[in-house]
T-cell receptor
């Protein structure tokens, strides 16, 4: 049951260029989307998020775009730096009738920024 | 900056043994979660916890699993009788609120190896 998909398992980008990571989802009930960055042997680190009522959110070098009609979001990193090399996970959550909403993760995209 | 901590970083156990994974969530957070990631697979939700009760659990979280908040700071995941397929990275997360629009912050994980 792949409600969140990241179809590119890996991406290689030159330092200084733009990195674009993509994510698709199928569950129309998702109302919040997050990107996490993960280094080996570490936990996911929150990077940036976007609510379903917006189509863009920007934080420094990181911008997330949401296209609800296409059920697609993307993370843009400009300019890319070698320290950005990591696995990036897209995650989504939906309102829950209980008290805590879980995250549904994609499979991740490994970004390598080369010199 | 406040962070989620987990101990131990690596746990090796024999099949059939009980293990307890420990987490200290961010101090003013009220909602707690466990996720796991089997090698090469996506991060999967296990359970959410609020006000000393399980809020939601996945189908993975069967009777062999239990969670507890034994005091005001710790949050534990117990696997009663470990199986080989329980080998994975286990991540604890916490959030201030449990709404779908609230960001969850993750710990560094515990690598569980079942022999």
């Amino acid at each position: 049951d792949q409600q969140v998909k990241q179809n590119s398992p890996s991406l290689s980008v030159q330092e200084g260029r733009i990195s674009i990571l993509n994510c698709d989802y199928t569950n129309s009930m998702f109302d919040y989307f997050l990107w996490y960055k993960k280094y080996p042997a570490e936990g996911p680190t929150f990077l940036i998020s976007i609510s379903s009522i917006k189509d863009k959110n920007e934080d420094g070098r990181f911008t997330v775009f949401l296209n609800k009609s296409a059920k697609h979001l993307s993370l843009h990193i400009v300019p890319s730096q070698p320290g950005d090399s990591a696995v990036y996970f897209c995650a989504a959550s939906e309102p829950f009738a209980g008290t805590a909403s879980k995250l549904t993760f994609g499979t991740g995209t490994r970004l390598q920024v080369t010199l | 900056e406040p962070e989620v901590t987990q101990t131990p970083s690596h746990q090796v156990t024999q099949m059939g043994q009980e293990v307890i994974l420990r987490c200290v969530p961010i101090s003013n957070h009220l909602y707690f979660y466990w996720y796991r990631q089997i090698l090469g697979q996506k991060v999967e939700f296990l359970v959410s916890f609020y006000n000393n009760e399980i809020s939601e659990k996945s189908e993975i979280f069967d009777d062999q699993f239990s969670v507890e908040r034994p005091d005001g700071s710790n949050f534990t995941l117990k696997i009663r009788s470990t199986k080989l397929e329980d080998s994975a990275m286990y991540f604890c997360a916490s959030s201030f609120q449990g709404q779908s629009t609230d960001t969850q912050y993750f710990g560094p994980g515990t690598r569980l190896t079942v022999l």
